[in-house]
DNA sequence: ATTCGGACGGCC
DNA sequence: GCCGTCCGAATT
């Protein structure tokens, strides 16, 4: 600190002698010290260094160029760290480049230090991250920091593993040989084709050995492969799968809670091409894989997919723009199919992959037993409980052969009250809100428009009745527990997720996306209080609940029997009912084109204090037939929130126009605003 | 004449 | 963002 004070007294020289020359600036001393001292040795070789500098403002967001000293002439390489002088202070950045020549008028500063020599922004990545930033209206620096993640010097001492050979080609298609286009996609992939696919992944089915093929296929062939699962879960799920596949030290799996150390030397074992196979969550979607062969991604509709972090990317995006520039192979996988997914295969841009009507047939049925089952209902338990008797018997016949497994909503999810004898949710008479009770004694409110509704009955049957409806996991496993002495319960839910269970008999009650897998498949699967996901007041509210009941749902073992408990009209469950994951997308994305919402339309959200927003919607040169909606309150501090949608054929203007109206903003030293691209959800 | 501070422009 | 520079106002 001391020492940059005294920078202006000419004690620069003294700090870094052989270079004062390039440091020079227009104060006396420094004059005087330029001439006393020898010019600065530059490299010899392309002594300019193009620098991607760690700066958070949009309109400093390119890189700059800066002289390489003769001393870094071997380690400056593209793709290291340095630190750089800028704006007066030593910050991080990477080079991306080595030219002969600048385009600067002015004289380039030094590189300060080559923190590493290590490779480790290749040029394909560094390329993926400017054009993640220009789709996402945000910046390559933001991008970099999810992409390349922190050094851990004691690991990059350690060596890493010799390359291993390709393995060899899988015998036979496995698991693949039962889909549609399975065999013919493996087998294109083992001739290092770049087949695009979108996989129905069926019912009873190990997901994680279908990947594993894939990614043997691809490593066959000579090539890179590059996986990315929503969690840690699945992550050592489809570790295990590629071990048993491709036997060990083959592949690697990235994720941020492996710790610094770990989770750099896993990196750079990808980075030195030790590893060909990279298998991660989110951020390994940047992950620098030699000669990628193909990206995939296992069940893109977990919001886990979507990064927190501006500019929020969504690691399917990430990937498909991989495999848009550098031509590789693509899979998006999932017992649910999204409706981005669906558009891949609309555009005919992927293709799908199906499992025959016949053989999910075999492997599952799915049964929404009428409301007439609870009137009729004699049994108590049946009645008492949210489980009507087709559900109990379900329950107990699937206990004489193996687990069953109970999803309930999770507590607190929807607290909305319903009617306690057709189940139909309350709402309220004004505005359809739902309604609830805020405490034991007071009247029932509307969430929504906040009317009291001390007289409420059911519109659909005239009962006066309500039931909390949200008995959550553990009054659940309870009740099930009482009805069925001698036969262990289990609970996963929240902070205490259970991985897996055995074959044995068993109820597991698990909240949705905390199901345990079965080693041998659920005898069978009830869902419970399918209602409620589907009264959350949320816009992709139909996609969600299909996804995580198909999930659930597909644990069950082939043969295995799923009773989900709610409105048998309703679509949602009719999907279900049919095992129809690609005709609910298609009707969904029928929808959104309809309603110009994403995929088929580029949508952006702006948020932030209303004068910032005001000010960027100025600036914005929009493409033709945009539409501007709002600006409206969020509700959260004194934000407010500008929707912006476009024709899809100028979803990069948007974007364009978005970033130079940030950047005109950033330099004029006035507040920028949050920018979201395609949000996963509009809140 | 000298010092202080706030605004502004540039950042290689 | 931060630093350096410039210029006007306050201070000796």
Redesign the pocket.
Known sequence: MTR?SE??SGEQPALLPDLARAAV???RAQATARTARPAPAVAEDHPVAR?LVD???A??DR?????VPATMAQTAVPGARVK??????DLDGFVVERAER???E?????LRRVVSAEPVLTPEVAELAARVAARYAGTVSDVLRLAVPPRHATAEKRPSPDPQQPPPAPDDAGPWAAYEGGSAFLAALARGDAPRAVCDVGPAEDWTALLALACRATASAGRGALLCVPDARDLTRLDRALTAVLGPGRHVALSADLGPSKRYAAFLAVARGSVRVVIGTRAAAFAPVRDLGLVAVWDDGDDLHAEPRAPYPHTREVLLERAHASGCAALVAGHARTVEAAYLVRTGWARPIVLPRAIVRERIRVTVPGAADHDLDRDAFARASRVPRLAAETLRRGLTTGPVLVQTPRQGYAASLACDRCLAPARCPACAGPLRQPGPLSPLRCRWCAREEPHWSCAGCGGRGLRAPVVGERRTAEELGRAHPGVPVRTSAGETVVAAVGPEPAIVVATPGAEPVASQGYAAVLLLDTWLMLARPDLRTDEESLRRWLNAAALVRPGGHVVAVGDSAHPVLQALVRWDPAGAAERELAARQETHLPPASRLATLTGEPGAVAGVQELLDLPTGTEVLGPVPTGDDDEVRLVLRAPRTHAAALSAALRSAQAAR????L?VVRVQVDPVALG
């Open positions: 940059e920078t202006e600036r227009t104060s620098v700066v958070p403002l309109h400093l890189p700059f160029d800066y002289a750089v002088r800028f704006a007066g202070q600048s385009d600067h002015g004289r380039l500063t030094p950033s330099a004029r030293k507040p």
